[in-house]
């Protein structure tokens, strides 16, 4: 059975920066694209960051600059490295991990999903 586990989350005041993690259990997804999401209360659920099977990555505009993605496959375990955090950056963060190798945006295409992180960025 696969597992996907955040953590990391937490609350920090606007300008500081979080590194979230993503441990991976039940097969190796070293080849296959994965990603982050977030979901603010009342909003729908929505695209952070893409790293794919290769290590090609993209990111939501609105994070570009701001964050990293990057993945150890060794380890088995993503990372969201997120600097010079804003308000507008709160909410639980979802790590996901697809069965094919390119990257995607798209929450539909993604097959595994871990229980999510809360992030809060306070003014």
């Known amino acids: 059975q696969v597992h996907l586990v955040e953590s990391g989350g937490g609350l920090v005041q606007a300008g500081d920066s979080l590194r979230l993690s993503c441990a991976a259990s039940g097969r190796t997804f070293s080849g296959a694209a994965m990603g982050w999401f977030r979901q603010a209360p009342e909003k729908e659920r929505e695209f952070v960051a893409t790293?794919?099977?290769?290590?090609?990555?993209s990111y939501a505009d609105s994070v570009k600059g701001r964050f990293a993605i990057s993945r150890d496959n060794a380890k088995n375990t993503m990372y969201l490295q997120m600097n010079s955090l804003k308000p507008e950056d709160t909410g639980v963060y979802y790590c996901?991990?697809?069965?094919?190798?390119?990257?995607?945006?798209?929450?539909?295409?993604?097959?595994?999903w871990g229980q999510g992180t809360q992030v809060t960025v306070s003014t």
């Open positions: 996901a991990a697809r069965r094919y190798s390119t990257a995607s945006g798209s929450p539909e295409t993604y097959d595994y």
């Open positions: 790293i794919s099977g290769s290590g090609g990555t």
